[in-house]
């Protein structure tokens, strides 16, 4: 079956612009995940839902973050007046479970 | 913040050999999980461990969980050009339902 799909891939964007990424859950998982990797780095958490419910976003840096999941399925991940600082690969995950998360190809973000 | 260290953090070995690495985390777990991502590529899913359980296995890979010491190991057996790439270990840091991931082992397998 389909797994979790991410899009853009890639974006391009100059400072101080906002950017909108997205995320197809696994149909049926309940909960989706974001994360952000630095290059060599491991992922770090952002934010989850449990369906249309946002349960824990202690992992945005800032409120220029902000994700939301309105149906419980597709969600998207919003950062405001970009900065360079942000240029990182973000990932998301679903999972029908508590346990197994499956990734998704991320988002390669390049804010110049 | 993150959770977890791998040791080595890097590791090349030659094809066939088999290739260890470990990973130690700071809070009480649920469970443990080992993800690889090949370059330029997403987070696959290698396996999970239980806080419970000593040992997993699953195919080549055996992952062995020490709670007592707060640390894990992967062991990849015989290896392949095909395992060259970046593992990771994930932690649910006291039953949370986000993942804690720790830095990574660059694993080289040479021919």
């Known amino acids: 079956g389909a797994g979790v799909s991410q899009s853009p891939r890639y974006k391009v964007t100059k400072r101080g612009q906002d950017v909108a990424l997205r995320c197809d859950p696994i149909s049926g998982h309940v909960s989706l995940y974001w994360y952000r990797q630095a290059l060599g780095q491991g992922p770090e958490f952002l934010t989850y839902f449990n369906y249309e419910a946002q349960q824990d976003k202690s992992g945005l840096p800032n409120d220029r973050f902000s994700a939301e999941r309105p149906e419980g399925s597709i969600s998207t991940l919003t950062i405001q007046r970009t900065e360079q600082r942000d240029s990182a690969m973000y990932r998301c995950a679903s999972s029908p479970t508590r346990d197994t998360q499956y990734f998704g190809p991320g988002t390669r973000l390049t804010v110049l | 913040s993150q959770q977890g260290e791998e040791d080595p953090q890097a590791l090349s070995i030659q094809e066939g050999e088999n290739a260890t690495m470990n990973c130690s985390y700071k809070t009480s777990i649920n469970n443990l999980q080992w993800y690889r991502q090949n370059s330029g590529r997403g987070l696959v899913h290698l396996i999970l461990i239980r806080s419970n359980e000593r040992e997993k296995h699953s195919g080549r890979l055996r992952v062995t969980l020490d709670t007592s010491k707060k640390s894990s190991s992967l062991l990849i057996t015989a290896s392949r050009a095909a395992d060259t790439a970046s593992y990771f270990c994930?932690?649910?840091?006291?039953?949370?339902?986000?993942?804690?991931f720790g830095q990574g082992t660059r694993l080289t397998i040479n021919p």
């Open positions: 994930a932690t649910d840091a006291g039953g949370a339902q986000k993942l804690v």
